[in-house]
């Protein structure tokens, strides 16, 4: 598999686009969400990270 710097940049791009749908639409219920995170143990949200990460690389295997 070759993957260069134009996929790279796609998926950059498409990251962005994603991350900032939510923030755009609905910017009340998104601060709403930030200040929920905040009151959170750090340990829930490193579970949080750890399964959107595992996610993610079963999703690149998966679509390989």
């Known amino acids: ?4 710097w134009q996929d790279f ?3 950059l791009a498409l990251l962005l686009i994603l991350e ?3 923030p755009f639409m609905l910017p009340d219920r998104v601060k709403n969400l930030y200040l929920q995170l905040a009151t959170q ?3 829930n949200l ?3 990270g750890l ?3 595992l996610a993610g690389i079963l ?3 998966l679509t390989d």
């Open 1 to 4: 598999m070759n993957v260069g």
């Open 9 to 11: 940049l796609n998926a």
């Open 20 to 22: 900032g749908l939510l």
């Open 41 to 43: 143990p750090e340990k």
């Open 46 to 48: 490193r579970w949080v």
């Open 51 to 53: 399964a959107s990460m």
């Open 59 to 61: 999703m690149l295997f």
